[in-house]
C-alpha cells in the first residue's frame, strides 16, 4: 500500500486526514482507490474525462508524474504520492 | 649603528626594484597567451608569468585606492600574511607602497627571512603610478560603524567584505508587507540590503498584528507602507526604502519591478502571481517566492532560463473553491515567519552568490507534522512563457492565461 499526503485545501474531502494509504500500481489507480474512499476528492483531482485536472500537480516522491510516465506511472508499496495545489496566501 | 634612511638606501641596493611602467605592462593582458610577454629589463623568470601584486601599506590608504587586483598584506603582518598571497616561494611577487620605502623593506624581509626567491619593490610606489597616469582601484570600504554592525557577517567567509558590499549595493523588490514581506523585510534590512523597495496598498489592521511583525498597535490605521519603513528605519537607518503604496498590475508592474536585483513575492493572490512571473521571466529579475496557508508553506526560488518559472510549476491556477485565502481559512502566526525567513535567506544567497540556491526545487513546509519536503521541479520545455526568449514576451500577454477572466471574476 502506497501513501498519499493530502494538501491542506483537500483534508475538507478526506475527513480531516493528511495522509491516506492507497493500493494501485500505477499513480492513475492509486489516486482512484483515494477517490473510492473519499468520493469528495474525485471532483477536485480529475476532469471529467477521468484525465488529471491541470492543477493538479502529482509528485511520485520528489518528482511530478507529468516528466514520468503520467498516471500510467507505475507505483511501488513504498512510494509516496503528493498531491500538490497551486497555494497563493501571503 | 645606520640612520633609517641610510639602512633604506643600504636595503634598496640589495633588492631588486621595477618601474611602475614595467609592472603596468606585466599586468595587462597577454596577447600571446599567458607568459609570453618577453621584454623584461629584470630577467626571464619575472617576467615569464604575471605577477603577484601586493599592497603593504596601512588599511586607509589601500582603502583610498590602489593598483587593481593588488592583494592587501600591511607591512605589519607581512610575514603572517604573505603566504594568503602567494605561498610559492619562486613565484613573482611586486611589492609597493606609498614612495618605494616600506616596499623595499618588505622585499628584504621576504627575500631575507622567508626565502621568496622573485621579489622586487615598485619605485616610487603609488604615488609614481598614479603620476603616470595609471588606473586605481578604490574599493568600497565599510564606515566603522557598518564594520561593527555587519561584523558577524565580515566573520563568514561565505558573506565577508565581498558579500557584505555586495548586499549594501543590492535593490531587492518585497511585494507584499504583510505576514511574509514582514520578517523578510526586517532581517534583510538588519543584513544590510542597499535598498528595499515595498509594494502594498493596505493599511494596518489589528487582526494583521498576530503576525505581521513589522506592524505595531500604535500603527493600526496606517498605510503597511509607511509603518514597515518607520520599522526599518529604526532598525537600520542605513538602508533606502522605496515605498509603492499601490497594487501591483498590468500597467504599473514593469515601471515598478525594474532595476530591482530579487523579488521577494508574498503576494495573496493567483493573478498577481502569474503576472509577477511574466515580468520577471521578460527582465530576466529572479523571484523569491512563498506562500502559506493554515499550517503549510511553500517555497521555490524562479531564476529566469536558469530554472523553471513559476507557470512551468503551476500551468494553471486552482479554481478559487480550492483556492481559499488566509483571510478565509486561517494562518498559523508563526508560518509566515518561518517561510519569511526562508526566503530572506534565499535572498541574501542570490545577492552574495553563496550556496546553493533552492532553484529547481520546492520546499513544502508542514508545520503540523514538523517536516520538510523537497520537490523537483523542471523547466517546461513548452512553457507559454520562459520557452522563449525575454524579447518575444510582450506586455499583452502577460498575467493571462486562458481562463483568467473568469478566474478572476470567481476569485471576486
Redesign the interface.
Known amino acids: 500500500m502506497s501513501t498519499v ?1 493530502i ?4 483534508r475538507p474531502s478526506t475527513g480531516g486526514e ?1 495522509e491516506v494509504p492507497a493500493d494501485g500500481g500505477n499513480v492513475g489507480e492509486v489516486l482512484r482507490s483515494l477517490a473510492e474512499q473519499h468520493p469528495d476528492t474525485q471532483r ?1 483531482l480529475f476532469g471529467e474525462d477521468g484525465t488529471l485536472n ?4 502529482v ?1 511520485l516522491n ?3 508524474v507529468r ?1 514520468l510516465d503520467g498516471l500510467e506511472t507505475p507505483v511501488s508499496e513504498r512510494d509516496t504520492l ?1 498531491i ?7 | 649603528m645606520a640612520s633609517g634612511a641610510e639602512l633604506i638606501r643600504q636595503v634598496k641596493d640589495r633588492i631588486a626594484e621595477v618601474d611602475p611602467r614595467e609592472v603596468r605592462d606585466r599586468l595587462r593582458p597577454s596577447e600571446n597567451g599567458a607568459g609570453s610577454n618577453g621584454a623584461s629589463a629584470n630577467g626571464a623568470g619575472a617576467a615569464a608569468a604575471k605577477p603577484v601584486v601586493v599592497d603593504v601599506r596601512e588599511q586607509h590608504e589601500f582603502e583610498e585606492g590602489h593598483i587593481p587586483g593588488a592583494v592587501h598584506v600591511p607591512r605589519g603582518h607581512l610575514e603572517s600574511r604573505i603566504e594568503g598571497a602567494s605561498a610559492d616561494r619562486s613565484a613573482p611577487i611586486v611589492l609597493y607602497c606609498a614612495s618605494g620605502n616600506r616596499s623595499a623593506l618588505a622585499a628584504d624581509t621576504l627575500e631575507r627571512q622567508l626565502g621568496y626567491e622573485n621579489v622586487e619593490s615598485m619605485t616610487g610606489g603609488i604615488t609614481l603610478w598614479k603620476d603616470r597616469g595609471f588606473d586605481v582601484e578604490v574599493p568600497r570600504a565599510l564606515t566603522p560603524e557598518q564594520r561593527s554592525r555587519y561584523s558577524r557577517h565580515l566573520l563568514l567567509p561565505e558573506v565577508g567584505l565581498e558579500g557584505q558590499i555586495r548586499l549594501l549595493e543590492s535593490k531587492v523588490l518585497l ?2 508587507a ?4 514582514s520578517p523578510v523585510a526586517l532581517y534583510l534590512a538588519a543584513a544590510g540590503v542597499g535598498t528595499l523597495g515595498l509594494v502594498d496598498d493596505d493599511v494596518v489592521d489589528v487582526s494583521n498584528l498576530q503576525r505581521q511583525v513589522i506592524h505595531t498597535g500604535a500603527r493600526v490605521g496606517e498605510p503597511k507602507v509607511d509603518s514597515a519603513e518607520e520599522a526599518i528605519r529604526d532598525l537600520n537607518p542605513g538602508v533606502e526604502v522605496v515605498k509603492y503604496n499601490t497594487r501591483l498590475d498590468a500597467s504599473n508592474i514593469m515601471e515598478i519591478v525594474e532595476g530591482y536585483d530579487v523579488i521577494v ?6 493573478p498577481t ?1 502569474y503576472l509577477l512571473n511574466d515580468a520577471t521571466v521578460r527582465l530576466q529579475i529572479p523571484v523569491v517566492s ?7 508553506g ?1 517555497l521555490a526560488v524562479f531564476k529566469p532560463y536558469d530554472g523553471p518559472c513559476y507557470r512551468c ?7 478559487a473553491e ?5 483571510g478565509a ?1 486561517g ?1 498559523l502566526g508563526v508560518l ?1 515567519g518561518t517561510m519569511g525567513l526562508l526566503q530572506a535567506t534565499e535572498v541574501i544567497k542570490l545577492v552574495t552568490e553563496a550556496g546553493d540556491p533552492l532553484v529547481g526545487r ?1 520546499v ?1 513546509y ?1 508545520a ?2 514538523a517536516s520538510f ?6 523547466r517546461d520545455p513548452e512553457c507559454p512563457i520562459c520557452s522563449r526568449p525575454p524579447g518575444e514576451i510582450s506586455e499583452e500577454e502577460m498575467g493571462v492565461f486562458p481562463d483568467y477572466e473568469a478566474f478572476c471574476a470567481a476569485a471576486g
Open positions: 499526503k494538501p491542506p485545501v483537500l493528511r477536485q491541470r492543477y493538479v500537480n509528485y520528489d518528482e511530478d516528466v503528493v500538490l495545489p497551486a497555494m497563493a496566501g501571503g | 511585494l507584499g504583510g505576514g511574509l514581506g513575492d508574498g503576494v495573496d493572490n493567483f502571481r512563498a506562500s502559506i496557508l493554515g499550517f503549510d511553500q510549476l503551476y500551468p494553471t491556477p486552482p479554481p480550492l483556492a481559499p485565502s488566509c481559512n494562518v509566515p520546492l513544502l508542514d503540523l507534522a519536503t523537497e520537490l523537483k521541479v523542471r
